[in-house]
């Protein structure tokens, strides 16, 4: 069995790698090749923690695996982030073990893959502005991720640690871009073409007034039970685009919406990998406020961890284990 460190993965993919491969898995879960499986996801008990197992197969890959992993939000006294993961991946011909992926790193750059991937697809085309609600290590991922996909020139960004916000603002004006932190989260709202939200939140942030016609809002945070970041009249408002429906409904911004009565299933108007396969129409007018309920699934977390992988295995990088 192949074993990749935090730090080798680091070098074998890159954000834009990640956006071109999770890109193709979106599409592969349209046309019915890939498929996820029911995720695992629970409050442990334990030093506060959230624990969590999501699993999925690629036949056309083909790819078979499993991530684990979850938040552990004590961690950054102990010198270590929050967010701990890694992928196991399997041969897909006989079952057995093949790679262990450290997959902190490689979450950050999926997500952020994930999220550009829906700007790429559902912003308008001269999108220049972004909004960043929640500036710890994610935003990093988001922001580069973005800055793929279009034109950006200016960063507004909101944190409740005004360290955070501070140390994303040397970011942002380090890439050559304008950054403005932001008192007041509608501030951000308020002046972004590009919203994207990722944080722990467990309350509304966002609120339908605070957003201008014509917005993509890409919200990363919810993706367990009781996690929310939008007013779910915002939600209700918008054209909504997911990775997983029954994910969105369940543990994704559109819970609280869904649960309110204010939008059902079928208000839905399309997952983000029928956009990509060309299955589905994206944005219809450049009024339009889109939203992506980017709850997180396996096969984003497989298709950059089969990359590293491939990459490891061509460079002759990376630890053989017997079991």
């Given at each position: 069995?192949?074993?990749?460190?935090?730090?080798?993965?680091?070098?074998?993919?890159?954000?834009?790698?990640?956006?071109?491969?999770v890109?193709?898995?979106?599409?592969?879960?349209?046309?019915?090749?890939?498929?996820?499986y029911?995720?695992?996801?629970?409050v442990?008990?334990?030093?506060?923690?959230?624990?969590?197992?999501?699993?999925?197969?690629?036949?056309a890959?083909?790819?078979?695996?499993?991530?684990a992993?979850?938040?552990?939000p004590?961690?950054?006294?102990?010198?270590?982030?929050?967010?701990?993961?890694?992928?196991?991946?399997?041969?897909?011909?006989?079952?057995?073990a093949?790679?262990?992926?450290?997959?902190?790193?490689?979450?950050?750059?999926?997500?952020?893959?994930?999220?550009?991937?829906a700007?790429?697809?559902l912003?308008?085309?001269?999108?220049s502005v972004l909004?960043?609600?929640?500036?710890?290590?994610?935003?990093?991922?988001?922001?580069?991720?973005?800055m793929?996909?279009?034109?950006i020139?200016?960063?507004?960004?909101?944190?409740?640690?005004?360290?955070?916000?501070?140390s994303?603002?040397?970011?942002?004006?380090?890439?050559?871009?304008?950054?403005?932190?932001?008192?007041?989260?509608?501030g951000?709202a308020?002046?972004?073409?590009?919203?994207?939200?990722?944080?722990?939140?467990?309350?509304?942030?966002v609120?339908?007034?605070?957003?201008?016609?014509?917005?993509h809002?890409?919200?990363?945070?919810?993706?367990?039970?009781?996690?929310?970041?939008?007013?779910?009249?915002?939600?209700?408002?918008?054209?909504?685009?997911?990775?997983e429906?029954?994910?969105?409904?369940?543990?994704?911004?559109?819970?609280?919406?869904?649960?309110?009565?204010?939008?059902?299933?079928?208000?839905?108007?399309?997952?983000?990998?029928?956009?990509?396969?060309?299955?589905?129409?994206?944005?219809?007018?450049?009024?339009?406020?889109?939203?992506?309920?980017?709850?997180?699934?396996?096969?984003?977390?497989?298709v950059?961890?089969?990359l590293?992988?491939?990459?490891?295995?061509?460079?002759?990088?990376?630890?053989q284990?017997?079991?």
């Amino acid at each position: 069995m192949l074993v990749i460190s935090e730090q080798l993965a680091t070098r074998l993919v890159s954000i834009e790698d990640a956006i071109a491969a999770v890109e193709t898995a979106f599409a592969g879960m349209a046309r019915g090749t890939a498929k996820n499986y029911p995720v695992v996801r629970e409050v442990v008990g334990y030093q506060d923690a959230v624990f969590g197992v999501k699993t999925g197969a690629d036949i056309a890959a083909p790819l078979l695996g499993l991530k684990a992993g979850g938040y552990w939000p004590h961690n950054l006294a102990r010198g270590l982030t929050n967010h701990q993961s890694a992928t196991l991946l399997f041969d897909a011909d006989t079952g057995r073990a093949a790679a262990l992926v450290s997959a902190n790193y490689l979450t950050g750059v999926r997500t952020g893959a994930a999220s550009a991937i829906a700007s790429k697809y559902l912003a308008r085309e001269d999108a220049s502005v972004l909004g960043i609600i929640g500036t710890g290590a994610q935003s990093v991922h988001q922001l580069r991720a973005t800055m793929a996909v279009r034109p950006i020139r200016r960063v507004h960004a909101w944190d409740p640690a005004p360290a955070n916000l501070q140390s994303f603002g040397e970011i942002v004006r380090g890439l050559g871009l304008e950054f403005v932190g932001e008192p007041y989260v509608a501030g951000v709202a308020g002046n972004a073409d590009i919203l994207i939200t990722v944080t722990p939140s467990q309350k509304a942030l966002v609120e339908k007034s605070s957003v201008r016609p014509g917005t993509h809002i890409s919200a990363m945070g919810a993706d367990t039970k009781g996690k929310q970041e939008l007013d779910p009249h915002l939600v209700a408002g918008s054209a909504i685009f997911v990775d997983e429906a029954a994910q969105s409904l369940s543990i994704g911004e559109c819970q609280h919406a869904f649960a309110a009565g204010l939008i059902a299933g079928t208000d839905i108007r399309s997952t983000l990998g029928a956009v990509v396969a060309g299955l589905a129409a994206g944005r219809r007018d450049a009024s339009e406020i889109t939203l992506f309920d980017g709850t997180g699934v396996a096969l984003q977390d497989l298709v950059v961890a089969a990359l590293a992988v491939k990459r490891a295995v061509e460079q002759g990088l990376g630890t053989q284990a017997e079991y």
